[in-house]
């Protein structure tokens, strides 16, 4: 049996489509059983609860092979970093006590770090967390997600604006499609590493200057590129409806984006081969 949190999302529903189809036997963690129900028709098992409950999770983690991990964002919580670290020690002390022998979680590069890269900081608390509990803990440190550029949709149509926070609109990053994260993360389930092992998930590198000119192409608009300075992050992320706390912390991640502390520094490394054109049509 493999348990799959996240199910309702890019990454975790990948995983779990990916493993049915294989005819393996699954169980889908989701918050209600109207959000399982696309899941059980396919095969799949569906515990509804929360993450964060001690008691239901080590439940539903009693006999699983492996686990697939992740740390759902609570933009209500008004401190993130310990929101984050509360949901990673129930998880860990439920993979412990349900003593679930391998776990695949979704990470991030910069995890590494323990602090000056905002809502990755968590990461780095759960990874540790998990490699204590005496479970095989596969680390997949995925890249910034293509999916991002789905923030940026609306702005692009209704007034043919992208906005920047990189330094530049000029410097190639890579970005990830997590498809190709979901993809990597049934592989890693399915083949049972020996020991805990960090794997970096690179995708194709993109400008930002790029990623305007394909989203614009794919809505049918030249975008013009707005430079949002540093000083006026945080406005612009809570003016566009982001929780001040989360604006910060996320201004201090895309801090160590633009300094480089945040880059890979796992065992190995995987590029993903979806491009952005691809998710950009699903996007829009």
Do not use: C
């Not at 979901?182 to 194709?204: F, H, N």
């Not at 930002?208 to 013009?224: E, M, P, S």
């Amino acid at each position: 049996m493999y348990v799959i949190s996240g199910v309702t999302g890019h990454v975790g529903s990948v995983v779990a489509r990916d493993l049915l189809a294989r005819g393996k036997k699954v169980r889908v963690i989701v918050r209600n059983a109207e959000k399982g129900a696309a899941f059980t028709k396919q095969g799949a098992e569906a515990a509804v609860g929360s993450l964060d409950d001690l008691a239901f999770l080590t439940a539903t983690l009693r006999g699983a092979t492996a686990f697939f991990s992740l740390l759902p964002p609570n933009y209500g919580a008004p401190d993130p970093y310990a929101a984050q670290r509360q949901v990673s020690d129930v998880i860990a002390e439920a993979v412990k006590a349900a003593k679930v022998p391998r776990v695949v979680m979704l990470s991030s590069v910069g995890a590494d770090l323990d602090k000056g890269t905002g809502p990755i900081k968590g990461l780095h608390y759960l990874e540790n967390a998990l490699l204590k509990t005496g479970a095989v803990l596969t680390a997949i440190r995925a890249g910034m997600f293509q999916e991002n550029v789905g923030n940026s949709v609306g702005p692009a149509r209704a007034q043919g604006m992208y906005y920047n926070f990189m330094p530049s609109a000029d410097v190639a990053m890579p970005m990830i499609a997590t498809r190709d994260i979901g993809m990597l993360a049934a592989e890693q389930i399915l083949t049972g590493a020996r020991k805990p092992e960090v794997i970096d998930l690179q995708g194709p590198a993109y400008t930002q200057r790029q990623v305007a000119d394909r989203l614009g192409a794919a809505i049918g608009k030249t975008l013009q590129i707005i430079d949002v300075p540093r000083a006026g992050w945080v406005e612009a992320m809570t003016k566009g409806g982001l929780p001040k706390a989360w604006a910060e912390s996320y201004a201090e991640m895309y801090d160590g984006f633009a300094s480089g502390r945040i880059r890979p520094s796992g065992d190995r490394l995987v590029h993903g081969k979806v491009t952005l054109d691809e998710t950009l049509r699903t996007l829009v």
